[in-house]
């Protein structure tokens, strides 16, 4: 979650999940519900997910788009760490609510396993599976997110 630091001047930085319903968000999103925020929430040893619903004042279906209404200051911003990493790395957006990201979504290559693999598609994945984990390790580092 994101913000520029326009917006989180004009409106504060949440401390918290649930007071993410008293500030604007950018939505975004082709096939799910935009009007609520899957987050982590820590309540002593115990780590759960939940729900969290938020008010969206900008909604598109791309999440270029929902970036650049975020650097323009329309509300806090939901996206993968590395769709706004050059932005968080040169000052432009900020993140918030670090500590209540859930767990990062897996990337996976995926191909047909039940027949022969040409070997064109075995030289692609030997190529491109070490440097893709070294390069989101790299985003993860640099934007401050956990997980892998």
């Known amino acids: 979650i994101c913000a520029s630091p326009r917006y989180l001047q004009a409106h504060g930085t949440p401390p918290h999940p649930d007071a993410l319903e008293q500030h604007d968000v950018v939505a975004w999103s082709a096939s799910v519900a935009r009007d609520t925020w899957r987050l982590r929430t820590i309540a002593g040893d115990r780590d759960s997910e939940r729900n969290v619903v938020v008010r969206a004042r900008f909604a598109t279906t791309t999440a270029e788009s929902a970036?650049?209404?975020?650097?323009?200051?329309?509300?806090?911003?939901?996206?993968?760490?590395?769709?706004?990493?050059?932005?968080v790395r040169d000052g432009r957006l900020r993140i918030v609510l670090a500590e209540f990201e859930p767990e990062p979504t897996p990337v996976s290559l995926v191909y047909p396993r039940d027949r022969l693999l040409p070997s064109k598609t075995r030289a692609f994945l030997d190529f491109v599976a070490p440097r893709l984990a070294v390069e989101l390790a790299k985003i993860a580092t640099a934007v401050g997110v956990h997980g892998e």
């Open 67 to 87: 970036v650049d209404a975020a650097l323009a200051g329309l509300g806090l911003l939901r996206v993968a760490c590395y769709q706004v990493a050059a932005a």
